[in-house]
Nanobody, 123 residues
Framework: VQLQASGGGLVQAGGSLRLSCAASGLTFVSYAMYWFRQTPGKEREFVGGVNWRGSSTYYADSVKGRFTISRDNAKNTVYLEMNSLKPEDTAVYFC????WGTGKSTTLTYDYWGQGTQVTVSS
């Protein structure tokens, strides 16, 4: 199983980025998908999630209204559209998968993690 995150980069405050997480080696349609982020010295933070059905999405309060999660089951890919980026959004962003999951931040365990992709927002 592999989760390959991509799309990070350097962007000015107020700008946008779209992250992708391509999954392989698993039955993607049966997995809830999540995005997390982490900065040095801090714990990994839940950003958002989408349930396995694709019918529900959940977001951290800090990104609600600015970030959007979507999934394309035909491409085995989950996306994180990030708009109105702020310097405090700077972090390494990770994707994760949880079979038959809810997509909620209360999920305790995850089946798979991807490698991170760096997002840097300059002021």
């Amino acid at each position: 199983v592999q989760l390959q995150a991509s799309g990070g980069g350097l962007v000015q405050a107020g700008g946008s980025l779209r992250l992708s997480c391509a999954a392989s080696g698993l039955t993607f349609v049966s997995y809830a998908m999540y995005w997390f982020r982490q900065t040095p010295g801090k714990e990994r933070e839940f950003v958002g999630g989408v349930n396995w059905r694709g019918s529900s999405t959940y977001y951290a309060d800090s990104v609600k209204g600015r970030f959007t999660i979507s999934r394309d089951n035909a491409k085995n890919t989950v996306y994180l559209e990030m708009n109105s980026l702020k310097p405090e959004d700077t972090a390494v962003y990770f994707c994760a998968a949880d079979q038959w999951g809810t997509g909620k931040s209360t999920t305790l365990t995850y089946d798979y993690w991807g490698q991170g992709t760096q997002v840097t927002v300059s002021s």
